[in-house]
Every structure is written in C-alpha cells, then in structure tokens.
C-alpha cells in the first residue's frame, strides 16, 4: 500500500519511523507522528463509517476532539476494545487496529443502507417512534433490531487488563489548552510564581501554531511553542499534562482531567519494567483559577449532500496538509464566509495541487489573504456558494451559484465545477463547553457570530475562547488572561512577559452563513447535514419547528441534535441558526442548548480508577473473622461489615442448606447452648454529667433512675415520632453510658446525638465516642450458657446476684471483659465484651470449654429467627421509618410523663399519629405450618375482593421456626392489636392465596420465664 | 463539588467530606406539648427552599463532625459564608441586594 495522499515534504512527522497498522482488517501503513485520521486520509481512504440512522458513508470531516463521522473501536483483543474513540485525536502506533463502528458487512457495501435510500426521504425526526408505535406491546420486539441497526460501537466483553489513576491536585492557575493562548498565560502565570497546571487534548501542545502559516518574531511559529515548553518544562511550579482533556468543569472550580498515558503507545497499556503502566489518569484538579484557553472549531456550511467523503472543514484541510503533510485530495474547491479559511487554498496550492475555486458569499472580500490567493491565480467567486456536492462514495463535484442571504434564496445559474474536495468555513464557534458545565448560558455576539463563555467566577476565557482570533491579539489576550488568573489567586506582584511579534493582517468581515440556501426548498433538496454524527438535516430541523417545537431544548430533544458523545460542537450553532430563521428570531433569541461534561468521551476505566473489586468498596471485619473463615461460615454483608450467615457443617459427606443449618443451629441455642459474634452492633460511649438528661431526651423511655450495672432497652424517634434505632444502653457510672445501636444505624445514631446535642442542647456538658471497633461482642446464649460461662470468668453467675438486665465487669478467659445479661433470643444470654484485641483469644478458650456443651456457633440468620420467636423487632426490618413505638405495641417502653418533651413525643398526638386505623406490629400464623409466608407479602381481609383489593398490611419478617415446627411471620395490619385472632390473607403473583391469623408477636416463651432463670 | 471552609477545622476541604442537613435556623420550640398541631407541624416539615440565597445547616462528616451553617445561592452554587454554630449569617438575600444597590448607584456616578 502506498500513502498516495503523503507529501514527500513537510509536517511534523517521523518519515524515519513507519508504522503499520490494520483498519476494517486491511493492513496500512503510516508514521510516527500521524494519528489515526491522518494515516487514513494519507492512504486515501475516504469512507470511514456508515451514518447513525441513514446508514451513509461518510468520511472524516475535521482534524481534532470536533470529529462526528471518524468515531471508530480500537483494539487488537477482546479485552482491548475501546468504543467511540475519534480517529483524528488517536496517535498512531504500530500494531493498532481499528474498524468502523457501522456498516454491516462492510462500510463500503452497508446493508442498512436501504434505510437510508428508501426510507430516507420519509424519515423525519421521531420516524421510529412515528412508524413503530403500533401496537404499543411490539415496541420491545422493534426496538430490539432498530437498536441492532444502530449504535457507535461496542463494550468489551472481557476485564480490562489495564491500570488507572485517580489523583487529587490542586493549583493556582489552571490553563485548559495549550495553543497561543494558553501558552501566554500559563508562561505569565508561572513566571509570576503561580503553581501551573497546563493541559491540552492532542498528542503535541501548541494548538493552532502547529499548523500555522504565520511567522512569529519572523521566525516559524511552531520554533516559540518548542522554547516556550522547554521554558514551561524547566520551572517547578509547572505541570504539564500532554494528552489531558479537561472533560468537565464542576462547582468551585473544580475540574476533571483525562490525562492519557499509553494509548499512543499500545491498546493496553505496556509494560515498564515488569509492571504495567497507569493507562490513564484522572486528575481531580481544583484550581484557584481556571483560564479556558479551549480556542475555536470551525463551523461547517450546511448545502446539500455535505455528508458525502470529501467534504471537510477548512482548518482540518490546513492542519492535514501542514501538521501531518497529507493532502486529502487532488482538486479543491472551498467555499466560506471569512478570510480565515483562505489559508486551506492557499497550503493546497503549496503542496502543488489543484484549488479549483475558492466560493466566497461575500460581494467584495478583499483582506490580505483574499489578495495571496488571487496573487497566486486561484480564481475567486464571490457572492457565490457551493450549494450542492455531487458524488456517493466521494465528492465528483461541486455546484456553484450566486445566493442572497437576506432573502436565503439562489439568485444566479448553477455552475459545475469539477472537483474531488469541498472545503467550507463559516466562521468559528468557540469552544465554550467547559463554561455552560455548570449551568451558565452562553453569550451571543453579533460581532463575533459566535457564543461566547457567559460569566463564571474564577474562570477566564482567553484568545478563542471568547472570540479573538488574530495571533498578536490571541498572544496578548493570553498573556493578560495568565496575568489577572495569577492576580486573582493572590499573587502579589505579576511579571510581564515579552510576547514574540505577530504579523498584522488586513482582513474583511465575516458574513453570516451557516445553512446555504438551494434552488429547491430545505425539504426537498438533497439532504443538508447539520450534526452529521446523530443525521440530524436541516429538514429535520424545519419540520421540528413546523411541528410547533419552538424551544431550542425541545428541538434539540426532538432530533437528537447535539447528542451524545458529539455535543453539538460543530452542528449546534448552525442548528440554532436554522431554528431561528423558520421562527423568525434572532440567534440570541432562540437561544442556545447547554453542553454537558464529558466534553469527549472518557473510559469508565478511568472514572473508576482504583475503586474496583476488592477496592469497590472497604469491608470491614471482626477479631473473630479469621475463625469465622476457617468454620466455614456463609457471610452476609450489612453495611460494610461482613458477618456470618450461618456456619454449613458437613453432614454425611453433604453440605447442609441454609435452612438445614439454621434448624440445627436454633434448636442448639433453645436446647444447649450457641454462641454469635455481635462484634458489628454499634457501640457508643456516652460521658458527662448531663449524659443521663441527654438519654432521657432522645430516648422515649426514662433514664433518671438506672443504676449503675444497670442495662436498660431504649428506643429512639425522629422528631416525626416514627421509630428510627433501638438497642440497649448500660449505665457504667453516674457519668457514664454505653449506648449500642443497630448494626446499620451506628453512625447516624451517632451523627443524630452530636446534631441534638451541637445544634440545641449545646449547654449539655456530654461527650459521644465511637467504640464500635475498640470492643468485640460475644453472645453466649441457651439454658447451659451459664455452666460455660463458669468456667472461664471469676464473675459470680449466681441468678440472685448477677440478674437479667444487669451488667458486672471481670475477667473472661483471663483478660478484662464486661459481661452484660441481656438477651435478643429470650434464652439465658451473656454478652462478653472485651477489648478487640483479644477477642479471639477468648472465642478460643470458649470454645476449648465449650466442646462438652456442644457450643454451636450461629450467624445472622438463626439470630434473626430466635428474635422473630420472640417478637423483638429489628429497626430497619420491621420498621421503615412510618411505624411509631405506640404502632408496635411497645407502650411499656414510652414515658408519656417524663419532665423533658423528648425527641418524637408532640408528634404522637398529631391526629396521623393518633389515628387507630395504623399499621399497628402483630403476629402471622399461618393456617399451614409448612406455609413460610413472603416478606414484603400484601394482606388483604377479604379474599374475594376484585382487583385491586385494599391493602391492609405487609409482612416484615418471616420465617420457619424449627421449635415451633411451623412457618411465622411479624407483620403490620392496620388496626392489628384490635384484630388479635382474626383471618387475613395473602395473594401472591402465582395466584395461591395464603391464609394466617393475626397473634401476638411474642411465639415462645411469652412471659420471659427463660431469659429470667 | 462544592470546596467547603469548615469554620471548626478552618480549613477549605472537597465536599464528600460533608454531609447537608438542610435549611439552618430551625429552632425547635421552647414548649413542643404547647404547640397547636399546625405549629408543630409547620416546624416539622415545612422549609423555605427559596431560588436565591440559602442558610443550611452541613456537617463535616468525615472531619471535626461539627454541624455548622452555609450561606449557598441555590442558582449559582455560590457560597458566600461559612458560620459557627449560633452565629448569623452576615449575608442575606436582603444584604445581597442592598450591595448590588450600592454599586449600581455608584456606577451610574
């Protein structure tokens, strides 16, 4: 294969290092230097994808992040491939391999096509809605294939092997690009003493100077980017980031870098050595001030068939031809609105091949540029543009003619020219992304015909950006940019810097052109692409507002312009302008959509970085959790704790079931005795002299009496009067409280005390720390748990002296424990506590002790069925923040005369809270013991209720109790505690209807005889 | 992500170290059984949620663990303070306004 389009001359490329590489299985070959675009334009490769919808060919159109047509997948494996990546911001390495993202079987022979040539002229915005919404329920079914026609490439369907960063940085100035302007302020900014962070998307820094033709300080301007990155890469407080785009910019100056490391070098990242290289970077940048030195795209014109290969943007011609010494064609005709893209004929001319016209709308363009080209005999039509582009697979020729923009109408004869490349400028957009991320609107200068970056505090457009396009004044404007960001960040005293000298142009002004006018009306013409990325016409565009959508956003969303992965960086603004003239405003008035971060498409390996798998998330263990791992525990994740399910035993050679397990396990507890790791119940310890006030405030139950050794039950409101955390918390002094809280609830509980307590009641002399981790819990529990417990503590057991709610201290297993007598099983309980460090130890020695009780380790699950037996709810489970303590019948448990109106009680005599209909907690016994009903199941009263039927509660917890050798559910039924006794019933999805009685909550052992012994 | 002066650590920190509360200057009644049900429940659930500026109540979750007050523009995002516990606001939607006064006159002098 030869590079037919290369030029033996010129650019910044490494004609000494070729590089091979494959695009749709075809092996190319390009150099060092190239990115992916210029290689194919250099192999004269014309058609690169098949449009979105029409299935169309299409070629590249531009040469950096503004690219709609080039988006191809990348990736020689499975685990390489990396959709949407844009052929014109892709170095080129040696191996790469790339293939379009549509077009089936080929791009040059597209199957989906037909789409485009038979349906094409009836496919308006919402066709597909339009034409396949009937019946409604086929939807699924179309959707599935009109999705299969659709789509910008693929997930891999295999991990990715490679490594990604997230890093934290902060500055004083950041510059976001690294072109003349960006280059001025950040040299500014960084001569002042400023900490600079400068980044730029392309594979070099420099911007538009790479591919100028003009001279500074008469010298090549591509020689003052090389001494001014040298200058920039020798000071300390300099960072530069090459291959980084600033992708979005969020509140208070914060912004996300996307630094690419490696994917100039290889697919996956390669190794350096012996260890994989970061691929990518995503830098966390918050700035003191931020200078948008982001520069202009180019708009395209709007006239017929500007989709065909061969149409291109006039900078992407220039920078093609100067940066990469590519041409990509052999006669030129340029059509434009501005001097600017006089530049394109004038670097086709240079590189020796034919400029056909250059089509000029304007009636007398007569700047400096004009006056090179037609110097250099180029023939230039005025008043004139190309309207139409012949040709399918690539431009044959281009049609000519004389147009009026006021009245937006031909004028003159049509003529043919003869040509295989349309280049068209109509001014420049500047890149104002990063500005509108956080909601701020662009501004319309007329001037200018472009938008300009609305205001954002610390944040500077500079050159581009806000529309200053001359080289000295892009210079300047950076260097003041740099100089007030460096300012404003508090640098006292700003240096000033010798900018190069520029040349100075005469120029003529811009007319405003976006959609050419045709001999036939917009519908009727050959299609006018605006968004070549989402095949959103002109037409398309009419039609929308024909169908009354007058908001910008609503067209936008109507035809998809501006969408996804292109965020309508070349066709928005053409688009508007479109919109605006069928409703007769102007552009200003019609508005313009706001763009969204990303501003180029990011690897989600990148926005992970290092939180993935075992990094996901933090796990948090017990002391005990290595024994529980060796035992063959089943774990269960609450919160981030990891906490036995329930320990499987092998039982003739066969693993028990959960369920088999659970049986054993509750029957050892009832019968014997089991032993639980609560290590993960939140622990809070409560110190002060008013720490017995501040309980008797948030708890709805009194504290003024506990004594010490004493533990008591406490529930907690929201100031709603709905039941938020439980536990039990033990007086250890005067001054001294230990709190303990659900599993789940131990910070909010947490962060709940500290908001009473700073917000309110700051005059409370209380203090609250976390001692979750610093104490490991063991419940030893069942009728021998007191015969274990003797032989491993000096605690004096006796039933008299250490009673049921007491709490002693002592010694377990040698080593410092409290040992509080409470029960969540109605068993006789001891809870050990001691400090985590020896936790294990003691778990040890318990079980050494515990082998002739048949010490039975349970987990969560049989915990869950011992309470349920009980009646004793779990916040969380058998409340969900609507239920009050008065609702679970826990009346005993509220002090309605307590002196202080603590949190939750005005609000059980609001007329809601008061009502006798509410869900009120029962029990649920199944007319079926082998029944175990669904929690989250429906109670109905009357079972032959048409549908929908009236709900009358849920099941909370449900489960089969081996000692009561039958399922059991906790529920809430409105009105429950009057129904006591009463049928209700449960219809399920598959058409059976259970049937249950309503009973009290308390299955076993209902007057506490038990856990009293 | 809001960039956060914690008034107790005095340090500005990124906003995942925080926790929003909601509106500030919510003070529960002196007297919660002598307040008619509208009055208990205008303080239970009823909120400003104004288009301008905000008082709101944060905490520094994964920090000091103080509650402390911010003055925000609920538009722009803008925070123009950041208070203690007990303290008020010194900025208002009533002194933002009076300021932008002040220098309107003094650009049309």
């Not at chain 1, 008065?886 to 949190?903: H, N, Q, T, V």
């Not at chain 2, 995002?77 to 939607?93: A, L, W």
Request: charged share 25%; hydrophobic share 35%.
């Amino acid at each position: 294969m030869t590079q037919t389009n290369r030029l033996q001359q010129g650019g910044r490329i490494d004609r000494s290092r070729t590089l091979s590489f494959t695009f749709n299985g075809k092996t190319y070959r390009g150099y060092d230097g190239d990115t992916l675009a210029s290689a194919l334009l250099a192999n004269g490769i014309d058609i690169v994808n098949r449009s979105f919808k029409y299935s169309r060919p299409r070629g590249i159109v531009a040469a950096g992040a503004e690219e709609p047509n080039a988006v191809v997948q990348l990736g020689s494996t499975e685990a390489a491939q990396v959709p949407n990546v844009r052929a014109t911001q892709q170095g080129l390495y040696e191996g790469l391999a790339a293939c379009s993202t549509n077009g089936w079987p080929n791009v040059q022979r597209d199957m989906m096509s037909w789409v485009g040539k038979l349906g094409g002229g009836f496919m308006p915005p919402g066709f597909y809605y339009k034409t396949f919404m009937a019946p409604a329920s086929m939807w699924m079914t179309y959707e599935k294939y009109i999705r299969k026609g659709a789509g910008l490439g693929r997930a891999p369907s295999e991990n990715d092997p490679d490594i990604y960063d997230h890093l934290n940085q902060h500055c004083d100035v950041l510059v976001v690009g690294a072109g003349p302007a960006g280059l001025a302020a950040a040299l500014c900014a960084a001569n002042s003493g400023a900490r600079v962070i400068l980044c730029d998307e392309q594979e070099e820094m420099g911007g538009s100077l790479l591919d100028s033709r003009e001279m500074l300080d008469n010298a090549p301007a591509g020689q003052w980017v090389t001494s001014t990155l040298n200058l920039l890469a020798g000071m300390d407080n300099v960072t530069l980031l090459p291959r980084t785009t600033a992708n979005g910019y969020h509140d208070h100056n914060f912004v996300t870098l996307h630094e690419r490391r490696t994917e100039h070098l290889s697919d996956t990242a390669p190794k350096l050595r012996n260890h994989r290289q970061v691929r990518a970077r995503l830098h966390r940048v918050r700035a003191g001030q931020v200078v948008l030195a982001t520069g202009a795209h180019e708009r395209p014109l709007v006239y017929a068939n500007n989709d065909v290969p061969g149409n291109l943007l006039a900078s992407a011609v220039s920078n093609y031809i100067r940066r990469y010494a590519v041409v990509p064609g052999n006669k030129l005709v340029l059509s434009t609105s501005n001097d600017h893209a006089y530049r394109a004929a004038l670097d086709w001319a240079d590189a020796e091949r034919e400029v056909v016209a250059i089509v000029d709308a304007r009636d007398k363009p007569d700047g400096d540029l004009v006056q090179q080209a037609r110097a250099k005999g180029i023939r230039v039509i005025t008043g004139s543009a190309v309207i139409e582009a012949n040709g399918t697979h690539r431009v044959t020729g281009a049609r000519v003619a004389k147009v009026d923009l006021e009245r937006f109408a031909v004028t003159g004869p049509v003529e043919e020219l003869v040509c295989d490349t349309i280049a068209t400028s109509g001014g420049y957009s500047p890149v104002v992304h990063l500005a509108s991320h956080i909601g701020v609107r662009p501004t319309w200068r007329e001037d200018l015909l472009g938008f300009v970056p609305g205001d954002v505090k610390g944040m500077r457009p500079a050159g581009g950006s806000q529309g200053v396009y001359a080289l000295g004044d892009v210079l300047a404007d950076g260097a003041q940019s740099g100089a007030e960001a460096a300012k404003a960040s508090g640098i006292a005293s700003v240096v000033e810097l010798s900018l190069p000298q520029a040349e100075v142009r005469q120029e003529s002004p811009a007319c405003a052109l976006y959609q050419v006018p045709h001999e036939k009306t917009t519908l009727r013409a050959p299609k006018q692409f605006v968004d070549q990325q989402n095949d959103v016409t002109a037409a398309g565009i009419e039609v929308a507002t024909r169908e009354g959508f007058e908001s910008i956003e609503h067209v936008k969303r109507y035809t998809a312009l501006g969408f996804g992965t292109d965020q309508g960086k070349l066709g928005n603004i053409n688009g508007m302008a479109i919109a605006a003239r069928m409703l007769n405003r102007s552009i200003p008035e019609v508005g313009t959509t706001i763009f969204r971060p990303n501003y180029t498409p990011i690897t989600f390996g990148a926005i992970v970085g290092r939180h993935a798998r075992e990094l996901f998330d933090p796990e948090r263990y017990t002391a005990m959790h290595q024994w529980h791992v060796e035992n063959g525990a089943e774990f269960e994740d609450v919160g981030q704790w990891k906490r036995p399910w329930y320990f499987p035993r092998k039982v003739n050679g066969k693993l028990e079931t959960m369920d088999e397990a659970v049986s054993r396990e509750s029957l050892a507890v009832r019968n014997g005795v089991g032993i639980l790791d609560a290590s993960t119940l939140g622990k809070i310890d409560i110190q002060g002299p008013d720490a017995r006030e501040f309980l008797g405030r948030v708890y709805t139950n009194k504290w003024a009496k506990l004594a010490p050794g004493r533990v008591r039950y406490g529930l907690m409101c929201k100031e709603d009067g709905m039941l938020m955390d439980d536990g039990t918390t033990s007086c250890l002094g005067d001054n001294h409280f230990l709190m303990t809280t659900t599993t789940g609830g131990a910070a909010a509980v947490m962060e709940w005390l500290e908001l009473w307590h700073q917000t309110e009641w700051p005059e409370l002399q209380v203090y609250f720390t976390s001692v979750t981790d610093h104490w490991a819990t063991m419940t030893v529990t069942g009728p021998d748990a007191r015969k274990l417990l003797s032989e491993v503590t000096d605690i004096d057991l006796d039933k008299d002296r250490f009673k049921f709610m007491d709490w002693l201290n002592g010694k377990v297993a040698d080593v410092p424990a409290r040992v509080f007598r409470i029960s969540f099983t109605g068993e006789l309980a001891y809870e050990i506590n001691v400090q985590a460090n020896y936790a294990m130890h003691v778990w040890k020695t318990l079980f050494e002790h515990g082998k002739k009780y048949d010490l039975t380790p349970y987990g969560t699950e049989t915990m869950h069925v011992l309470r349920a037996e009980k009646g004793l709810i779990i916040a969380g489970q058998d409340t969900d923040g609507s239920v009050t303590p008065e609702d679970l019948g826990m009346f005993w448990a509220i002090g309605y005369d307590k002196p202080y109106s603590w949190l939750g009680k005005r609000a059980l005599t609001r007329p809601d809270t008061a009502r006798k209909d509410r869900k009120q907690f029962v029990g649920l016994k199944p007319t079926d013991p082998a029944v175990v009903l669904e929690e989250g199941a429906q109670i109905v009263f009357d079972k032959d209720q048409a549908i929908p039927m009236s709900m009358q509660g849920h099941v909370t917890s449900s489960y089969y109790s081996p000692t009561l050798a039958s399922g059991f559910a906790l529920a809430v039924v409105k009105g429950g505690l009057e129904r006591m006794g009463q049928k209700v019933y449960l219809p399920m999805p598959d058409g059976q209807t259970h049937e249950a009685e309503i009973v009290s909550p308390v299955f076993i052992d209902p007057k506490g005889e038990r856990q009293h012994v | 992500m809001f960039y956060i002066h914690c008034p107790y650590c005095g340090e500005y920190r990124g906003e995942e170290e925080f926790s929003p509360k909601g509106e500030a200057h919510i003070t529960r009644p002196a007297d919660p059984d002598g307040c008619s049900d509208e009055e208990w429940g205008s303080y239970l659930f009823f909120r400003q949620n104004p288009r301008g500026v905000h008082h709101e109540l944060w905490v520094h979750t994964l920090g000091c663990r103080k509650f402390f007050n911010i003055t925000r523009h609920t538009v722009s995002y803008e925070i123009f303070e950041t208070y203690r516990m007990g303290e008020q606001p010194k900025v208002t939607e009533q002194s933002l306004a009076e300021a932008l006064n002040k220098t309107r006159k003094e650009e049309s002098v």
